[in-house]
């Protein structure tokens, strides 16, 4: 099965910076796009960012956009997610997802695979 494990989270205080990072054993074929989720305390999950295979195609949520950076490494099979000036309201836990087809999409549900999460805590 497809395995997902989320790295790179942590404490820092507001205005600091986190480069969360998606890794999987599975081959680079069996995985299309590949997104980044967060859910805060007592919350929904939200959508954070998503990338596409084989295409530089992006999309980010409002509220990270122009902060944050996706990427990914298709040769090792991993996704990035490079957040910078980091606010109290980041805080969440961060999923990492995947899914078959290679069009990245902004929905939770298109997203068959899962990481168990990273927290990542912000400080005033």
């Known amino acids: 099965q497809v395995q997902l494990v989320e790295s790179g989270g942590g404490l820092v205080q507001a205005g600091g910076s986190l480069r969360l990072s998606c890794a999987t054993s599975?081959?680079?074929?069996?995985?299309?796009?590949m997104g980044w989720f967060r859910q805060g305390p007592g919350k929904e999950r939200e959508f954070v960012a998503a990338i596409s295979r084989g295409n530089p195609t992006t999309y980010y949520s409002d509220f990270v956009k122009g902060r944050t950076t996706i990427s990914r490494d298709n040769a090792k099979n991993t996704v990035h997610l490079q957040m910078d000036s980091l606010k109290p309201e980041d805080t969440a836990s961060y999923y990492c997802a995947a899914r078959a087809s290679p069009i990245a999409t902004t929905t939770s549900r298109s997203y068959n695979y899962w990481g168990q999460g990273t927290q990542v805590t912000v400080s005033s």
């Open positions: 599975e081959q680079t074929f069996t995985l299309g796009a």
